[in-house]
T-cell receptor, first 117, second 115 residues
Framework: NAGVMQNPRHLVRRRGQEARLRCSPM?????VYWYRQLPEEGLKFMVY????????ESGMPKERFSAEFPKEGPSILRIQQVVRGDSAAYFC???????????????FGSGTRLTVV | DQQVKQNSPSLSVQEGRISILNCDYT??????FLWYKKYPAEGPTFLIS?????DKNEDGRFTVFLNKSAKHLSLHIVPSQPGDSAVYFC??????????????FGSGTQLTVLP
C-alpha cells in the first residue's frame, strides 16, 4: 500500500515561470491537504480539498496560487509566475474520513522542494 | 495569530536521559493533539496522539501529557536515543469545514540527542 506520493521531489523554476506540484493520496483517502514549510519555519496550512471540491483555502495566497483535486488523477498545486519568496518545501498530506475511535492524523508525502532562481 | 506554539526552537539532551518537548495552544475548540517527527528531506511522520478526554497517553518510550486547564501539552522521550534527533512538531486538531479534520502545527523543536 503506497503512501502519499509527491512529485517531483525537487523542482527548479526561473522567476516568472509556472510550478506544478502533484500529489497522489494514499489509497482509500479522500481528503488532501497542502502545507508549505518556509526555511526555518514550521508547517503552514494552505488548502484542504476533497474530490472536485475545495473545502478550505484560507491559507492560500490570494494571487498566483491555485489547487485542484479532480475526479481522476492526482491533486495539483499550481503556482503561476513564481517569485523567489515561493522557494519552500511543499508537503501534501491525506486522510480518510474521520473516525472517532482511532485518530492518526494525516499521512504526509516526502514533499516537493521548490527553488526559484 | 499562532494558535499552536512551540517556544523552544531547539533542545539538546544526552543519550539515555529524558527529552521533554513542550507545546502551548490557545484555541479551546481543539480536541485532539498530535506529535509528528520530521527528518531532513522527508515528510513528517505521525508519532503519538492524545484526545482531550485524556491527560496521558503512552507508547513505548514516548509519552504525551495534556493539561487542558493550562492549554499545554508535552512529549516525553525516555530514554533518549541518537536516532531520536529530528524536528518535532506539535499539532492540534478540531472539526473544521467538511467531514475531516484540519491540523494546525507549531513551528517545531529541533531535538539533538548527544551520544
Amino acid at each position: 500500500n503506497a503512501g502519499v506520493m509527491q512529485n517531483p521531489r525537487h523542482l527548479v523554476r526561473r522567476r516568472g515561470q509556472e510550478a506544478r506540484l502533484r500529489c497522489s493520496p494514499m489509497k482509500g483517502h479522500s481528503h488532501v491537504y497542502w502545507y508549505r514549510q518556509l526555511p526555518e519555519e514550521g508547517l503552514k496550512f494552505m488548502v484542504y480539498l476533497q474530490k472536485e471540491n475545495i473545502i478550505d483555502e484560507s491559507g492560500m495566497p490570494k494571487e498566483r496560487f491555485s489547487a485542484e483535486f479532480p475526479k481522476e488523477g492526482p491533486s495539483i498545486l499550481r503556482i503561476q509566475q513564481v517569485v523567489r519568496g515561493d522557494s519552500a518545501a511543499y508537503f501534501c498530506a491525506s486522510s480518510p474520513f474521520w473516525d472517532n475511535r482511532n485518530y492518526y492524523g494525516y499521512t504526509f508525502g516526502s514533499g516537493t522542494r521548490l527553488t526559484v532562481v | 495569530d499562532q494558535q499552536v506554539k512551540q517556544n523552544s526552537p531547539s533542545l539538546s539532551v544526552q543519550e539515555g536521559r529524558i527529552s521533554i518537548l513542550n507545546c502551548d495552544y490557545t484555541n479551546s475548540m481543539f480536541d485532539y493533539f498530535l506529535w509528528y517527527k520530521k527528518y531532513p528531506a522527508e515528510g513528517p511522520t505521525f508519532l503519538i496522539s492524545i484526545s482531550s478526554i485524556k491527560d496521558k497517553n503512552e507508547d513505548g518510550r514516548f509519552t504525551v501529557f495534556l493539561n487542558k486547564s493550562a492549554k499545554h501539552l508535552s512529549l516525553h522521550i525516555v530514554p533518549s536515543q541518537p536516532g531520536d534527533s529530528a524536528v518535532y512538531f506539535c499539532a492540534a486538531s478540531g472539526f473544521m469545514a467538511g467531514s475531516a479534520r484540519q491540523l494546525t502545527f507549531g513551528s517545531g523543536t529541533q531535538l539533538t540527542v548527544l551520544p
